[in-house]
């Protein structure tokens, strides 16, 4: 690998030399001193030359060299990536980080076209265009960052729980939801689907006895809006457990994980995050609040916001009259919506006891937007076949589904979750735009 | 959560009463007593019940209760799943762990069809029908915790080596490798297609200043080929850096990566291995051997293997012969094979600057199979361009990759690995499809 420092362990070296390698974020070319702010995947340092504009007539090699140097900094295109050598000086007075290099020797490694396509204020668009300029941003440096820290958090409390990583394939010969938003793939000679979610394969491992399972992988929607919550590609986060009692236990373990991710990425990024955010990010405390539906629909009628809609569901401003409900009375920023009606949920949710009118699953909003769906499954083969039906499926097109249920079953319950939402929301984002690495809709497939 | 004691936690309690949940493995159902093994997520424990095969005259109700204890048993369908209520008791006698379980109360939870579909000799296909029964042999289930093990094991040691995690897309506008094995995706009005690799979108975390990132993710291949080694959809390990001098320090990184991968396998799985799959699993020392492609080829020719190819390429039986020179020669199960001719590598890996007809690139060997390839790539955009026409590919096509260059780069390299392939030379497994939970290829897509 290249001898280099990172430019965030500068700081603590002593003057002297030092080699530091990144891209050119400006250069500051003042008649007798140039700057250069370099900036790398840890940090941004000043540079410094003493310029050398002109030779006088009895000027040595090292004027000229140093005439040659000044010449090449005047040149640095925004964005080249360059290698420095030089002296590290601690200096008080120089506002980035109270450290300075003193250009010794200077390699321009690659060199960026002059013509930057985007700007500081360019679209949401266009910085999409330009992703990978865009993505040089401190800000969107760190919301990958704070990603790597959240998701390793939860699997590492998933590990210690003795859950099992499952790989589900996304290549399906039927839809795993819904028909209406399913991308065809060309199989061969025959047809393939893309998984919608991995909820059917993450349930067979409740038949394979492996007890509890996650998994981190893409789903894929071919739902036409475009709205700054919906993506066609999407990173979904996954669990299933076997021998849970009720939706509660699903819970239980879903506030813990998302407690172990945060608290993870308070520790590591919180400052970053105050600095950068403008948020003192919070660790939610345990329980999260759990509002029955029903009842958070009758909270936000009673704070004056009618629900535009015939049927039993909430819509996204519900969502934030529910969630300011939340944070004014119990201070917190997730609230659990549980015991949806049965019209709103897919035929596998298992219904209640004692009212078979709702469904042993819950949403999860985190600061007014839903983030997950959980549930227990229906794993009563007889009750599952009648529940298909009362929703206008046909069983024989679930066969392959439905066979998991007929050699025995544990009950069993998980949840999905929209990775690129929880980081939206962690960080008063305004669209998973700005938290997917690469976001794919309607009408974006490239870069 | 049902209140049960884990199979594998039982030896360490005193007798007296649990509940254990799982499914029924065997039942041998005697005249005077019964015995079911229950397995669960954990292990299997043996269940003791004294028949009472008939009623006397003055029966009372707990003879009667007896009686239908002992009806329910010999009623139990293999792979029901059932919880048992009863008194543990330690029995060195009893040759499953030393310990039995006398039945007290036993719920069966989900009653399985009387005809198992496969059997211990069904073939591998017919395995592969019903993979959620396949996969409760303790086998099976071993695999899948072992990959659990192992790639928590290599996350963390990208974590702890500041790599960052991203989810690329897996729908693009274009193929990622190459056009031949693509898969094409309905998509709205036009056409996508599945990314075969991550390559050009973690390459692209390198002008976007990354510095180093990974990816454990799904890549899709419209391979019409049935090997053992073979999927057309299987999930890929990636990796790429930047500021790296050669394909020496890729391999670096890839083979601590290994390293940290099997060590804690072996700590934590050594003994099961050993006893499920007849393994002494060996953590390899560092450095892994190293030779360039010709060499090893002149070794396999000297070996008196002659490889039936016209070109500069090894073929499978070539494999298998330089990792047994390996294994005589240094001990070693994994060999990296070095400076591949240009002719057998893509357009964006870069040529050794002193021999033009070579890559920086590698291939590494694990017990005689092929896992991953790694390279240094071409970050010049006149390089790449004009090696990309050399290859009779179209630069415009590629255009959203090729802009990735034109505005600063760093120097890199990655790799990719096959997951998969791995685990199956791991534990000596003939074919992929036992290490992958849900195989997909050209004639199958499912369950």
């Keep these: 690998m290249k001898n280099r ?24 070319d003042q008649k007798k001193v140039q700057f250069v702010i370099l900036r790398d995947e840890s940090g941004a340092v000043q540079l410094v030359n003493p310029a050398t504009r002109e030779l006088d007539e009895n000027a040595d090699a090292g004027a000229s060299a140093r005439l040659a140097m000044t010449e090449a900094i005047s040149a640095l295109t925004h964005g080249s990536f360059i290698s420095v050598t030089g002296d590290l000086k601690h200096d008080e007075r120089v506002k980035l980080g109270g450290i300075e290099v003193k250009i010794g020797a200077l390699e321009v490694v690659a060199e960026a076209n002059p013509e930057t396509p985007i700007a500081a204020d360019s679209s949401l668009d266009k910085r999409m265009d330009w992703r990978f300029l865009d993505l040089r941003h401190p800000k969107q440096n760190l919301i990958f960052r704070i990603q790597t820290t959240f998701l390793h958090a939860l699997r590492t409390y998933w590990v210690e729980h003795d859950f099992v990583e499952i790989q589900t394939p996304k290549l399906m010969a039927s839809a795993s939801e819904s028909r209406a938003e399913l991308f065809e793939v060309g199989y061969f000679e025959g ?64 506030e813990e994980l998302l407690v172990a991710g945060l608290t993870a990425v308070k520790a590591k990024h919180g400052a970053e995050i105050a600095e950068l955010f403008d948020i003192e990010l919070e660790v939610p405390t345990l329980p ?160």
Tied chains: 1, 2.
């Design 5 to 28: 420092t990172l430019v965030k362990n500068l700081a603590a070296l002593p003057d002297g030399p030092v080699t530091v390698s990144g891209w050119v974020e400006t250069v500051r």
């Design 191 to 254: 047809t393939a689907y893309l998984a919608q979610s991995p909820q059917f394969f993450k349930q067979m491992a409740q038949p394979a006895g492996f007890g509890k399972v996650f998994e981190v992988g893409p789903a894929f929607r071919a739902d036409p809006s475009f709205t700054s919550r919906h993506a066609t590609e999407f990173t979904s986060i996954d669990a299933e457990m076997s021998w849970v009692e009720s939706h509660e236990d699903v819970m239980k373990m879903h």
């Design 288 to 447: 999260f609040p759990r509002i029955p539906l029903r009842e958070a629909k009758q909270i936000v009628a009673d704070r004056g916001y009618v629900i535009p809609r015939d049927d039993a569901d909430i819509d996204p401003e519900g969502e934030r009259q529910i969630s300011a409900h939340v944070r004014e009375a119990f201070g917190h920023d997730f609230v659990f919506l549980t015991d949806w009606d049965i019209s709103l949920r897919p035929f596998y949710h298992m219904r209640h006891p004692e009212d078979a009118t709702l469904t042993n699953s819950y949403d999860l909003i985190y600061n007014g937007v839903e983030i997950s769906t959980g549930a227990q499954r229906e794993h009563r083969i007889d009750v599952l076949v009648a529940q298909a039906r009362e929703k206008g499926l046909d069983p024989e097109e679930l066969e392959f589904y439905l066979d998991f249920f007929r050699y025995g079953v544990p009950p069993h319950g998980g949840f999905g979750m929209g990775l690129a939402r929880v980081m939206m929301l962690m960080l008063n984002e305004h669209s998973i735009r700005e938290t997917t690495y690469l976001f794919r809709g309607p009408t974006r497939l490239l870069p």
